[in-house]
């Protein structure tokens, strides 16, 4: 029996490496101008970890093959160089392995964390809430108006709880429920959490973050494709996580300066 | 590390009455069979639940007989609502983390044969021992009433992220007394584990038999032990965290909630806290939780691996070591699971990097497994195919979390299937795969029969295969953007996808269904398997040199004698292949 698992290890290391060898789960499109050195960088660590994965894996049923079912008594063997050996490949090879990894894979995250976004980004504030996303852009005065939770009137549309009466800056401010932004220009964006955590996923940006209540952040990207892309909650916020998603609507600049204006007319 | 401490009189008298002999027992080994029995049906409630949400996410129109029965809100006419989906998913999550990882490979296993393994009549605490199973079960028990509430049980998942938990009904069915009574169980938990490791500490320190010294330990006392003082340093946090959850959801305090939240249309009248927090604790026992459920079943599988082989692991020291310095680093790496979370983002390097260096230690088991089985002469049985089992589910779990410890890859694949695939394969099915092990090794001490080979077996090649169709697409499906935690996958972008979903669904009714021959062969054997000699498996430690099932005080009153490490295989002893840890013969290896 120790045989037929040694051979059923190797078909189930083969047929588990398979899809990754044939790429018949692919990565989505990557829209942005940062996601393809996530994309590299998964691309190499997926390489090591196939090579251990399925290494590891033949080297047990392969042993197994050989020393299973051995007749009783039979001659024990030590490993050539003993503990010391594996220890030591351990040590140099992992250890290389997470040197690279650990200070040189970061520069897609220090891309994605440390540079700061460009002074002329397009700044939008999103709003997460059970179980909807809202964009707002700050309107013509380039400024947003201050949020007021006691003002929120979903009845209304007071999605952000803008005070409308006394505050100017908030008057020409645009919300939308689809995240639409200009091709190749950068978005700066703010993340505003109404209720309780939510997060933001678009899989093709290659950007995920958080909503944190009581704590705003923000993330900038640029979209390089003109396209439709699916936005979801990927912090469960109860019981309409499942369905709370928004659109990314990339247009062309045209486009996006149309929209923009249609929307400051409503 | 010197001579093993002389054991203390910390005995009880013999148990007398039926109360005494099987509910409030004082002794070690009731107690391991208590927990055992306790995991027993925390694995199968879990389990159900988790077939009932993987039939629900693909046919979600499935009418489920009687589940009505239990939530007529949550299943009106027996089809679930996609808030009872995410009830299920709470209950699967809390029952398995806490009901079965940690009490089946640590607190059922490691109360059974830690004592007997070091030479000890008991544990150092009896009472203490006897108090940490009968909270444990309240745990469980209060953590069960949430079922039958009419609320039903809370919809935030089993990490209870604030503030959707701390704000009370507002935040959805579930979260009024559910989550209550889910912050309550888990206060309980963390009292009995703490009882618990205490105990297991001072037994280990303090009652090991002559000539017990620490390095002759077996691997899997050594795992018992360090785990326990992850487990104590673990749950003392998450204990002082639940009472704060507890206190902003019932006597208005604000630590995990901010100001101005408005919920279900309502300003919440809370201001200051801070949901990081929350995750913070949460985590900081969270991630050591891991290796509390692994750990105890890495030295299980050591143990087991060694006596199937018929020679020593080419160095238990390195493993003792290695599972050391996991449980070390195991506090080091808490804010992986935060890396987006929002806290600063130069402190996903600081937290990266101790994640990668995790690998170093667990590469360093695997060679040293893998080594030792080169030149061995490995004996084929239910215990020895899970332990080996065991090899292939760590490694296949153990690789991706290579890509989630890298916080730019965990942009893409956070919260997604890839995730859930990782911790199941490595925390869940590994560990009971120790479990597994564990249990077709140690019956025959525990019964005195064996269980049916045969049965093992088959249990063995479907649960294998299986577990592999269920976890390994759920990378896939990571990779291709799947989220987790939906109980249906409404848009087109996961239409192409449900197929492969289904191929899951069907692996978990077939793997699930192999856990019956398991209980079937558990119970069946007890009573009627095969009668078992006192050392079937001609093994080396102390527990195989007692009675099959071992005496109310283990060693009949006398006190063991230790004179050899507990790996003493491959030599010439006067019994065969072997000499036991209590044989004062003199071991002489056999010619290599």
Redo the contacts between chains.
């Keep these: 029996m120790g045989k037929l698992f040694a051979v059923a290890l190797v078909i189930i290391a083969l047929v588990s490496a398979y899809p990754i060898l044939m790429n018949k789960y692919p990565l989505p499109e990557d829209i942005s101008t940062h996601g393809h050195q996530i994309d590299e960088q998964l691309h190499d660590t997926m390489i090591e970890a196939g090579i251990a994965f399925v290494g590891a894996q033949l080297v047990l049923a392969f042993f197994l093959f050989s020393y299973s079912g051995r007749k009783p008594g039979s001659r024990l063997k030590s490993f050539p160089g003993g503990a010391k050996v594996l220890v030591m490949f351990a040590f140099v090879i992992v250890g290389l392995e997470v040197l690279a990894l650990g200070v040189v894979g970061q520069k897609a995250w220090a891309t994605v964390y440390f540079t700061p976004p460009k002074a002329d980004a397009l700044e939008i504030q999103a709003q997460a809430e059970q179980f909807a996303f809202y964009f707002r852009y700050p309107g013509p005065d380039g400024k947003f108006g201050s949020i007021h939770p006691d003002k929120i009137d979903e009845g209304n549309q007071n999605y952000f709880g803008l005070d409308l009466a006394n505050d100017v800056e908030a008057r020409d401010d645009i919300v939308s429920g689809e995240l639409v932004v200009p091709v190749n220009r950068e978005i700066h964006m703010f993340l505003h959490g109404k209720d309780v955590g939510h997060s933001f996923y678009v899989r093709e940006l290659r950007i995920q973050q958080d909503f944190v209540p009581g704590l705003d952040l923000s993330v900038h990207f640029t979209p390089t494709k003109i396209g439709r892309y699916e936005i979801v909650c990927t912090q469960l916020c109860g019981l309409g996580h499942y369905n709370m998603k928004a659109y990314l609507n990339v247009m062309s600049l045209t486009d996006f300066e149309k929209w923009l204006k249609d929307q400051s007319a409503q | 590390m010197g001579e093993g401490s002389v054991q203390q009189a910390h005995v009880h008298a013999p148990p007398e009455g039926f109360i005494r002999k099987y509910v409030f027992s004082l002794d070690h080994k009731v107690i391991g069979k208590q927990y055992f029995a306790l995991a027993l049906v925390a694995v199968f409630t879990g389990m159900i639940l988790s077939w009932l949400m993987r039939i629900h996410m693909v046919w979600p129109n499935t009418k489920f007989p009687g589940l009505e029965l239990l939530s007529k809100v949550g299943a009106p006419g027996g089809i679930m609502t996609?808030?009872y989906y995410?009830s299920l998913l709470t209950m699967h999550g809390t029952l398995m983390v806490f009901f079965v990882l940690t009490n089946a490979p640590f607190a059922a296993f490691g109360n059974y044969f830690l004592p007997i393994q070091i030479g000890a009549e008991d544990m150092a605490f009896p009472r203490f021992n006897m108090m940490s199973f009968w909270t444990t079960f309240l745990a469980w028990f209060v953590l069960m009433l949430a079922f039958v509430i009419p609320d039903g049980p809370p919809?935030?998942?089993w990490t209870e992220?604030?503030?959707?938990s701390a704000?009370g009904k507002d935040?959805?069915?579930g979260?009024a007394w559910g989550a209550s009574l889910w912050g309550l169980s888990i206060a309980i938990f963390c009292i009995a584990s703490l009882l618990g490791a205490l105990n297991f500490i001072a037994t280990t320190l303090d009652l090991r038999a002559k000539g017990m010294t620490l390095m002759r330990m077996p691997i899997c006392t050594w795992a018992w032990f360090i785990t326990s003082c992850i487990a104590l340093l673990a749950f003392a946090v998450l204990l002082p965290a639940c009472i704060l959850l507890i206190l902003d959801r019932h006597a208005g305090t604000s630590f995990f909630?901010?100001?101005?939240?408005?919920?279900?249309?309502r300003?919440q009248p809370h201001s200051g806290?801070?949901?990081?927090l929350w995750q913070h604790l949460f985590w900081f026992f969270g991630h050591p939780e891991v290796y509390i459920a692994i750990l105890p079943s890495i030295g299980i599988v050591s143990h087991i691996l060694i006596n199937s082989?018929?020679?020593p692991l080419?160095?238990s020291k390195?493993i003792i070591y290695s599972m050391m310095s996991i449980g070390f680093l195991s506090y080091m790496v808490w804010g992986h699971h935060m890396f987006?979370?929002?806290m600063n983002?130069?402190s996903?390097?600081a937290f990266?990097?101790p994640t990668?260096?995790i690998?170093?230690p667990a590469?360093?088991m695997?060679?040293?497994w893998?080594?030792?089985?080169?030149?061995?002469?490995?004996?084929?049985n239910s215990a020895s195919?899970f332990a080996?089992g065991f090899?292939?589910m760590f490694?296949?779990g153990g690789?991706?979390g290579?890509?989630l410890?890298?916080?730019?890859?965990d942009?893409?694949?956070?919260?997604?299937y890839f995730v859930v695939g990782h911790f199941h394969m490595v925390m869940g099915v590994a560990s009971l795969f120790g479990v597994f092990a564990a249990t077709y090794f140690w019956f025959p001490k525990m019964t005195g029969r064996f269980m049916n080979e045969g049965l093992g077996?088959l249990h063995f090649w479907i649960t294998?295969?299986g577990t592999?169709c269920i976890f390994?697409p759920f990378h896939?499906?990571g990779?291709?953007?799947n989220?987790?935690?939906?109980?249906?996958?409404?848009?087109d972008?996961m239409a192409p996808y449900i197929p492969l979903h289904k191929f899951i669904t069907i692996s978990a009714l077939i793997t699930g269904a192999a856990q019956l021959i398991f209980l079937y062969n558990l119970i069946y054997s007890r009573f009627k398997g095969k009668l078992a000699p006192d050392n079937p498996w001609n093994a080396t430690s102390l527990e195989w040199s007692i009675p099959s099932p071992p005496p109310w005080n283990n060693f009949g009153g006398k006190h063991p004698v230790v004179y050899h490490d507990p790996y003493q295989y491959?030599v010439k002893g006067s019994k065969g292949?072997f000499v036991m840890q209590d044989s004062p013969e003199q071991v002489i290896v056999?010619g290599?």
Aim: glycine share 10%; charged share 10%.
């Design positions: 996609p808030e995410l919809i935030a998942g992220y604030a503030p959707l704000v935040a959805g069915p979260m909630i901010p100001g101005g939240l408005v919920i279900s249309d300003l806290g801070s949901p990081l082989m018929r020679k080419l160095s390195v987006l979370s929002g983002p130069m996903a390097l990266s990097f990668l260096t690998t170093i590469t360093v695997t060679l040293i893998l080594g030792s089985l080169y030149g061995a002469n490995i004996q084929i195919l080996l090899i292939s490694v296949a690789v991706s290579f890509f410890a890298q916080p730019a890859i942009i893409y694949l956070h919260a997604t077996k294998f295969v592999y390994m896939y499906l990779l291709i953007g989220v987790r935690r939906y109980q249906s996958f409404v848009d972008y491959g292949d056999s290599d």
